[in-house]
C-alpha cells in the first residue's frame, strides 16, 4: 500500500490527534466537500491511484472522484451511493480485508481465463475436426461434452478456493 493521508472536516487539533493515534502518513484538516474532492484530484494528477474511505455526506464528492471509493455501511445514503463499494460493518480494518480479497478474487479470475483459454485453443480444433484429415483424430461429442463439463467443474472449484483465504 502507498501513503495514507487524513482529509477531514474537523479542526486541526482533532485531525491531528487522529491521524497521530492511527499512524497516518499526514492529515488535512477544515475541508469542504469540494476541498476534499479536489485533493483526491491533486493526488491523481500526480499520477497516484487513490482509495477514499467515507462515510458522511460531506465525502461523497471525494468518493465519487476516487479511483475506488469506499463508504462505511452506517454512512449516509448519500456516500453509500457516491461509493464504490460499501463495507457491511464500521471497522475500518475491512478495508484491508476488502483490498485482499479483491486481489485475489482478481488473480483467481486471471487463472480461470487462463485455462479456459487453454481448453478451447485445444479442444475447440479436435471437435471441428481439424486434425481428421492429416492424422484421423476425431473427438467423438460425448467426449467433447464430459470434457466442457470438467472445464465447468475446474473453474468453479478454482473459484471456491477463495473461500479459503483467511483475512
Known amino acids: 500500500m502507498g501513503d495514507i493521508e487524513l482529509l477531514t472536516g474537523d479542526m486541526a487539533a482533532q485531525a491531528q490527534a487522529v491521524a497521530e493515534m492511527v499512524g497516518v502518513d499526514g492529515?488535512?484538516?477544515?475541508?469542504?466537500?469540494?476541498?476534499?474532492?479536489?485533493?483526491?484530484?491533486?493526488?491523481?494528477?500526480?499520477?497516484?491511484?487513490?482509495?477514499?474511505?467515507?462515510?458522511g455526506i460531506n465525502d461523497a464528492p471525494?468518493?465519487?472522484?476516487?479511483d475506488i471509493g469506499i463508504a462505511i455501511g452506517a454512512?449516509?445514503?448519500?456516500?453509500?451511493?457516491?461509493?464504490?463499494?460499501v463495507l457491511i460493518k464500521s471497522d475500518l480494518l475491512d478495508v484491508a480485508k476488502a483490498i485482499c480479497l479483491s486481489r485475489s478474487v482478481m488473480t483467481n479470475i486471471k487463472e480461470n481465463l487462463f485455462w479456459a483459454f487453454i481448453y478451447n485453443a485445444v479442444g475447440i480444433p479436435f471437435a471441428a475436426g481439424v486434425f481428421y484429415t492429416a492424422f484421423g483424430w476425431l473427438l467423438n461429442p460425448l467426449i467433447a461434452a464430459a470434457a466442457m463439463s470438467c472445464s465447468s467443474v475446474s473453474v468453479v472449484t478454482n473459484a471456491l478456493?477463495?473461500?479459503?483465504?483467511?483475512?
Not at 42 to 51: A, D, E, H, I, P
Not at 62 to 66: E, F, S, V
Not at 75 to 85: K, L, N, R, S, V
Open 75 to 85: 454512512g449516509t445514503d448519500i456516500a453509500i451511493e457516491a461509493a464504490d463499494m
Open 62 to 66: 471525494a468518493l465519487a472522484r476516487a
Open 161 to 167: 478456493r477463495l473461500r479459503f483465504i483467511k483475512l
Open 27 to 55: 492529515y488535512q484538516a477544515q475541508l469542504l466537500p469540494e476541498q476534499k474532492a479536489e485533493a483526491v484530484l491533486k493526488l491523481q494528477t500526480q499520477g497516484n491511484g487513490v482509495v477514499m474511505v467515507g462515510d
